[in-house]
């Protein structure tokens, strides 16, 4: 069997799993109306047009990642207590860190899912970053609409703000150095 077939069968059976018993019903779903979305979006994406290996894995890495938190809730992510504890943060940063690679790992994706209409190179890459910090900010507004029009009592759950005002603007930020170190690492692969 082909690598893509095998990954897409991986996220779908760790997706299975973790949709058993999330620590919040409510929560879980609210952040798997990205997952509702996006998935046909890739799956549409990779029939029309193709990914490359490079950029399946780092679809699937992301969305796996993306399934973890959505089981704990990324304010309440149980793996990252301990880096919690040993840093001294106040709060659980695992957010952050999927902020941080949704820019990261899904530059090169979208950089390919672009480059199929028009020549690579310092065009697609602008459009791509662009898009990127677009996406990030779109998805903060989206992600605090669809709390307010669904459960706003899970807003600290789900938004995972964690008492910090200005969460929204430093999960942008996150996404962004996602963005940059991506670029700087993988500009061979969208140049």
């Known amino acids: ?17 973790l949709a058993i018993d999330p620590w919040y019903r409510e929560d879980w779903l609210l952040e798997n ?4 979305v996006a998935l046909p979006v890739v799956i549409w994406g990779e029939r029309r047009f193709g990914f ?23 304010s309440e992510m149980p793996w990252f207590d301990l880096f ?29 899912l ?3 209409s028009a020549k690579p190179g310092k065009t697609v890459f602008a459009f791509a970053f662009v898009f990127m ?23 600290t759950a789900f938004l995972g703000t964690q008492g910090d005002e200005w969460d929204a603007q430093k999960d942008m930020l996150m996404c962004y150095l996602g963005i940059i170190a991506g670029a700087l690492i993988w500009r061979r692969r969208i140049l």
């Not at 069997?1 to 799993?17: E, Q």
């Not at 490359?52 to 990324?74: E, K, Q």
């Not at 919690?84 to 790992?105: C, I, K, Q, S």
């Open 52 to 74: 490359s290996p490079a950029a399946a894995w780092m679809l699937f890495v992301f969305f796996v990642l993306h399934a973890i938190g959505a089981h704990y809730t990324y």
């Open 133 to 155: 910090i677009a996406a990030s900010g779109f998805y903060e507004v989206l992600e605090w609409l669809a709390t307010e029009v669904t459960h706003a009592e899970l807003g």
């Open 114 to 116: 672009f480059a199929v």
């Open 84 to 112: 919690t504890r040993t840093f001294g943060f106040e709060r659980n940063h695992y957010d952050r860190v999927a902020h941080f690679l949704f820019g990261f790992l899904l530059l090169v994706p979208f950089a390919e």
């Open 1 to 17: 069997m082909k690598l893509k077939p095998l990954l897409f069968i991986a996220y779908v059976t760790v997706w299975l799993v």
């Open 33 to 36: 109306i990205l997952v509702f």
